[in-house]
């Protein structure tokens, strides 16, 4: 191993940098740049938060005074929203309209003489295929399936054919605007039994029809 | 937590490569001031550059000297390595073997000393320098600009550097001397198990030989350099007495070694010699009995002559960059 003889007769303070960028003054520049820059940002940070501060305090301020008018105004919307709700449905109903009259005033042309009405009736609809549990702005059904019943006696030779003429007729073209079905229930043919009617044969009868679908739209 | 940002700096410093350029200032060589610029890679030394610069290299002899001067140097680009080391030539740079550290303090000037035991059966060796000279020297490599001086030494301490450095004490421990031939005085150094041990100076340099040829023959000095290279013109009898006083100090030296370690030196090396090399080996076998082996100062660094724009007269002046190659090979180790 040979003998290591470096008698550097410099000290060291002499000893100089010759980097362009000397790092003795560019790292505390930096550091105090970087103090300062870090300070600016919690600065502005800190300005930022006072300002969104004050726009929540004056907003919670704009709130409170405003809130009377708008819990007015949100009344008054549910009011109009049920209201109009009401309109809605009276025009659903005007135009979900059957009419029956014009029906029943063309009937007695097809009522041969043996035959007596003795019960002209209108089905109730049936009821809401859900449970209402809270209140709703409108109708819950939006078709509602309507019918009649019409109930009568007839007599003599032809008693039965009189009433299956009334039952075609009332199946005919000129009723589909209003029946959508008309038939004669099972055992809805019967004689009928009573006191009063003087030894003579009558049969009672009943004949429902199915109106057409009531659309509340 | 203590930031201390010159630690920081110094750690950065060594991080960096290992690229330094050495100079040698106050020689006075007629060719200029030898810079090199070695670099360490894969654990090999290559040369970079080397050449000879020209700027106002002289010393301040005064404090106050030195307090007016603003002279700043700079090298041209291809020796503008980061870190540079500066080996002093000068009669106030003062390399010495002493017990005594006052002794170099002559002067009343105040003195800077570095010193390293290398023998523990011998002094320590000591350099010195003035403390306003080491200074100035210190801050003409102005900071930010490359390079910066890191090293400072006596051109006797950095010759003997580049020895230590060099391929022979890396191959053997043999006992050896070596001559350091510089313009105007010489140095002996003697070492064992590779160890200096012994460390004299001589006033003979290469100058005295010139001035004994001129004086002799009576010409001026460059046809006393063209004589001493010459083959026909036998240059003995002028040489003789400049010579042999001094391979004289050798043959002491050698003796002296010889009996304070009990062994034989058979190996003589001698540093600096350009010109009249077979009168030195000649005269030296005459006297000392033994013979003197040259040694090259680029010894041990690789050296592409292909890609490097070296001076013409490299080959021939290459023994005057033993100084250079010396000081930087020193900082290069330090790095």
């Keep these: 191993m040979t003998q290591k003889l470096h008698l550097n007769l410099i000290n060291e303070n002499e000893i100089l940098s010759s980097g362009p960028v000397r790092m003795h003054v560019l790292i505390p520049v930096l550091m105090i740049a970087l103090t300062i820059g870090v300070g600016l940002w919690w600065f502005f940070l800190y300005l930022n938060y006072s300002f969104v501060k004050g726009m929540n305090t004056q907003k919670i301020e704009i709130n409170k005074q405003l809130q009377p008018g708008y819990q007015a105004v949100q009344e008054l919307n549910k009011q109009e929203k049920k209201l109009q709700s009401l309109i809605n449905q009276l025009q659903s109903y005007k135009q979900s309209k059957l009419g029956y009259g014009e029906v029943f005033n063309s009937i007695p042309q097809h009522v041969m003489p043996n035959i007596q009405f003795t019960k002209l009736e209108l089905l109730p609809p049936p009821p809401p295929l859900f449970a209402k549990d809270k209140e709703v702005d409108g109708p819950t059904n939006t078709v509602e399936q309507t019918a009649f019943l019409i109930t009568g006696r007839t007599t003599g030779a032809n008693a039965v054919d009189s009433v299956e003429k009334l039952l075609v007729a009332l199946q005919g073209d000129a009723y589909t605007n209003l029946i959508r079905r008309a038939h004669i229930p099972l055992n809805a043919i019967r004689p009928e039994n009573n006191p009063r009617s003087e030894n003579k044969e009558f049969l009672r009868f009943e004949i429902k029809c199915e109106c057409q679908f009531r659309r509340f739209e | ?335």
Excluded at chain 2, 47 to 61: C, S
């Design chain 2, 1 to 335: 937590m203590n930031l201390n940002f010159k630690d920081i700096l110094k750690k950065r410093g060594s991080a960096g490569p290992k690229d330094v350029v050495a100079l040698e200032i106050g020689a006075d060589l007629a060719q200029g001031i030898p810079v090199v610029r070695l670099d360490i890679a894969k654990k090999q030394t290559r040369l970079l550059a080397a050449g000879f610069v020209k700027f106002d290299d002289r010393l301040p002899t005064t404090p106050e000297e030195a307090a007016k001067s603003d002279v700043y140097w700079s090298l041209p680009k291809q020796f503008q390595a980061s870190k540079a080391a500066i080996a002093v030539t000068s009669p106030f740079a003062i390399l010495r073997q002493t017990s005594d550290v006052g002794e170099a303090d002559k002067s009343s000037a105040k003195m800077r000393k570095v010193s390293a035991v290398t023998d523990r059966q011998h002094p320590p060796l000591i350099a010195t320098m003035p403390d306003f000279m080491a200074a100035w020297i210190a801050a003409r490599f102005p900071q930010g600009r490359r390079p910066t001086t890191r090293s400072i030494q006596t051109s006797m301490s950095a010759a003997i550097n580049c020895f230590c450095s060099g391929p022979v004490p890396q191959s053997s421990d043999n006992p050896a001397i070596v001559v350091f031939c510089f313009k105007s005085y010489s140095a002996i150094a003697a070492f064992f198990e590779n160890r200096l041990i012994l460390y004299r100076e001589h006033p003979i340099g290469y100058q005295n030989i010139r001035y004994a040829i001129c004086r002799e023959m009576r010409i001026d000095s460059e046809m006393a350099e063209t004589l001493l290279n010459d083959p026909v013109v036998d240059l003995s009898a002028a040489l003789t007495p400049v010579l042999t006083p001094l391979f004289r100090q050798v043959d002491i030296s050698a003796d002296y070694v010889s009996r304070r370690k009990n062994c034989e030196i058979n190996h003589f090396h001698i540093y600096g010699i350009s010109s009249g090399i077979k009168y030195w080996s000649n005269m030296f076998v005459k006297v000392v009995g033994k013979p003197l082996n040259h040694l090259h100062p680029f010894g041990g660094i690789l050296c592409n002559r292909k890609k490097l724009s070296l001076p013409e007269s490299f080959d021939k002046d290459a023994p005057l960059f033993t100084s250079a190659i010396g000081a930087a090979r020193a900082l290069l180790e330090d790095l």
